[in-house]
């Protein structure tokens, strides 16, 4: 006891004597743990732990600091066939596998970029006869799907509206679909690359026109038709969109075109990705600005399942477009990048299930829309004006439904709904309807919607046990499934028939390693997926 004492006694001796000091040694010391956190927070990819990947193109010589933003890779040149192979039969793959081996060491998606494509393609290539041709694209094919093993996409043909390849007839010319060059290179791909491999074209200017975009689509459901493509790349460089800043031209496409083309697309059942964003604007208060405009329309469709920026590194872009950069040469941030990491990190927005553009609605309607990935509560709005400049209802809640008190009769009301964190709101989810004569009888206040609805797991995150919560408007064969950040099944949960109705299911994953998953619910008619975290 007297020891304890002394000890004690030192200690208070000491703080009294060398106050300044142990308030300097705890200041600091706070001070490194807070820098500590900062950059474990801003070490992470932005997009970690996301339904949807935020990659970039990068050379094999700059790619500084790349897995602290991005976890999807592509290649700016090096994966070109002329890169590859500018003389017959001598191939230097030194570049692009240093750009593989990058990514794959450290889980980045990596996609290789491209091979079918009418430019940076071969000069010998357009002096062979056909047959030789043929040989020559089949084996440039096989050579890369067999030597990069882990790829997770590929962009199969590039272009096709816009830069045809010399040796077209050598793949089937036009042919009988007026696209067999095209399929025939999706074909092959299928032959050479791994079964998990998603094979993907990639095109640009398709969305601000309509009749592009059904153009696209067309040849798409060609492809889709004969089970050869896993997704659709659109370019979404800054001159699709609006003016082009290295021409004099001014000129800027209709958001609501550019919107409804894209869900022309997500509606074909293929993944879209925005395979080569970029602003190209000098000025970093106009291009955050066009930032915000552009780059949501992209994230917030749940359609699109990746997006790849064209470049990002200041001496590292498209040469053509200089001001597209989002890291300065100093190491510095644009203000672009600064709101995006924010951006990514604030939840997506909810999607309103009911009422939707309805009459005869009742008079105390229970409005409900689904749950958003990473959100803590959802804002609720209800008006009789569009623009929300009064509101009757203005509330925050936790659930994903909420019951309205009687409103007046015959009226027109519009709702809306955003999801929120603690790094900000989403954009806002609307809908309306006009209410009838009736109340809701209070026994039928917790109807479920004719939809399907997918829930999130509960608890989450979990250790191992979770259960997952989804309705089925008609009985239906239902197949749940657990994914890995890559999108690779790695649990089969059910796949078996099932009522209309709610569903609990229970998910036991102590055989898995702690971790980021998803769980996707699908049948013949929908499907959905939600993210999962495991901790053990």
């Known amino acids: 006891m007297i020891l304890r004492f002394n000890w004690f006694s030192k200690l208070i001796n000491?703080?009294?004597?060398?106050?300044?000091?142990?308030?300097?040694?705890?200041?600091?010391?706070?001070?490194?743990?807070?820098?500590?956190?900062?950059?474990?927070?801003?070490?992470?990819?932005?997009?970690?732990?996301?339904?949807?990947?935020?990659?970039?193109?990068?050379?094999?010589?700059?790619?500084?600091?790349?897995?602290?933003?991005?976890?999807?890779?592509?290649?700016?040149?090096?994966?070109?066939?002329?890169?590859?192979?500018?003389?017959?039969?001598?191939?230097?793959?030194?570049?692009?596998?240093?750009?593989?081996?990058?990514?794959?060491?450290?889980?980045?998606?990596?996609?290789?970029?491209?091979?079918?494509?009418?430019?940076?393609?071969?000069?010998?290539?357009?002096?062979?006869?056909?047959?030789?041709?043929?040989?020559e694209v089949e084996n440039w094919i096989r050579m890369v799907c067999e030597r990069y093993p882990k790829l997770s996409m590929i962009d199969v043909v590039n272009e096709p509206f816009h830069s045809v390849p010399s040796y077209k007839n050598a793949l089937g010319g036009d042919g009988v679909t007026g696209w067999d060059w095209v399929i025939t290179a999706f074909q092959l791909a299928r032959k050479y690359a791994p079964s998990d491999v998603k094979l993907l074209i990639n095109e640009y200017n398709v969305l601000h026109s309509n009749s592009v975009t059904t153009n696209y689509i067309n040849l798409v459901n060609l492809l889709k038709e004969r089970g050869l493509i896993d997704g659709i790349g659109?370019?979404?460089?800054?001159?699709?969109?609006?003016?082009?800043?290295?021409?004099?031209?001014?000129?800027?496409?209709?958001?609501?075109?550019?919107?409804?083309?894209?869900?022309?697309?997500?509606?074909?059942?293929?993944?879209?990705?925005?395979t080569e964003f970029d602003i190209d604007e000098p000025i970093d208060s106009i291009q955050l600005a066009q930032y915000k405009i552009y780059f949501p329309i992209f994230w917030n469709n749940p359609g699109v399942k990746g997006i790849t920026f064209w470049g990002y590194y200041e001496s590292d872009v498209w040469s053509s477009h200089p001001n597209t950069f989002l890291i300065k040469a100093d190491g510095t941030e644009r203000p672009a990048l600064v709101w995006l990491r924010n951006y990514i990190?604030?939840?997506?927005?909810?999607?309103?299930?009911?009422?939707?553009?309805?009459?005869?609605?009742?008079?105390?309607?229970?409005?409900?829309?689904?749950?958003?990935?990473?959100?803590?509560?959802?804002?609720?709005?209800?008006?009789?004006?569009?623009?929300?400049?009064?509101t009757i209802i203005d509330t925050v809640i936790v659930d994903t439904t909420l019951q309205l008190k009687i409103l007046n009769a015959n009226t027109l009301y519009y709702w809306r709904v955003c999801s929120i964190n603690n790094y900000g709101s989403s954009d806002y989810s609307s809908g309306y309807f006009i209410t009838g004569e009736s109340i809701l009888s209070i026994n039928n206040v917790s109807?479920?919607?004719?939809?399907?609805?997918?829930?999130?797991?509960?608890?989450?995150?979990?250790?191992?046990?979770?259960?997952?919560?989804?309705?089925?408007?008609?009985?239906?064969?239902?197949?749940?499934?657990?994914?890995?950040?890559?999108?690779?099944?790695?649990?089969?949960?059910?796949?078996?028939?099932?009522?209309?109705?709610?569903?609990?299911?229970?998910?036991?994953?102590?055989?898995?390693?702690?971790?980021?998953?998803?769980?996707?619910?699908?049948?013949?008619?929908?499907f959905e997926i939600k993210k999962m975290v495991l901790i053990k």
């Open 14 to 135: 000491f703080y009294f004597s060398n106050r300044i000091k142990f308030i300097l040694f705890l200041l600091t010391s706070l001070f490194i743990l807070e820098t500590i956190s900062l950059n474990l927070l801003l070490g992470q990819p932005l997009a970690q732990g996301k339904d949807k990947f935020l990659g970039a193109a990068t050379s094999y010589f700059i790619f500084r600091e790349f897995d602290k933003y991005w976890n999807q890779l592509t290649p700016g040149n090096e994966g070109k066939w002329g890169s590859v192979t500018s003389v017959r039969g001598v191939y230097n793959w030194s570049s692009l596998d240093f750009l593989y081996n990058f990514a794959i060491k450290r889980g980045i998606a990596f996609k290789h970029h491209t091979l079918v494509w009418g430019s940076q393609q071969p000069n010998w290539i357009s002096s062979l006869d056909t047959a030789s041709q043929r040989l």
């Open 234 to 274: 659109i370019q979404g460089h800054y001159f699709e969109f609006r003016s082009d800043y290295s021409s004099p031209s001014q000129y800027v496409y209709d958001i609501n075109t550019i919107k409804n083309n894209l869900n022309r697309l997500t509606a074909l059942g293929l993944p879209v990705y925005i």
């Open 345 to 390: 990190s604030s939840p997506l927005p909810p999607n309103v299930l009911s009422p939707i553009a309805q009459s005869n609605v009742q008079r105390n309607p229970l409005l409900i829309w689904t749950s958003s990935s990473e959100a803590t509560s959802y804002r609720v709005q209800l008006s009789t004006s569009s623009n929300f400049n009064t």
């Open 447 to 526: 109807k479920l919607p004719e939809k399907f609805i997918l829930y999130q797991n509960y608890p989450n995150p979990f250790n191992p046990f979770t259960t997952i919560k989804f309705y089925l408007p008609i009985n239906s064969k239902v197949k749940i499934t657990l994914l890995n950040l890559l999108g690779q099944e790695v649990k089969l949960i059910s796949d078996s028939y099932y009522n209309e109705g709610e569903h609990l299911i229970s998910i036991d994953a102590s055989e898995l390693a702690s971790g980021v998953y998803y769980y996707k619910v699908e049948t013949n008619k929908f």
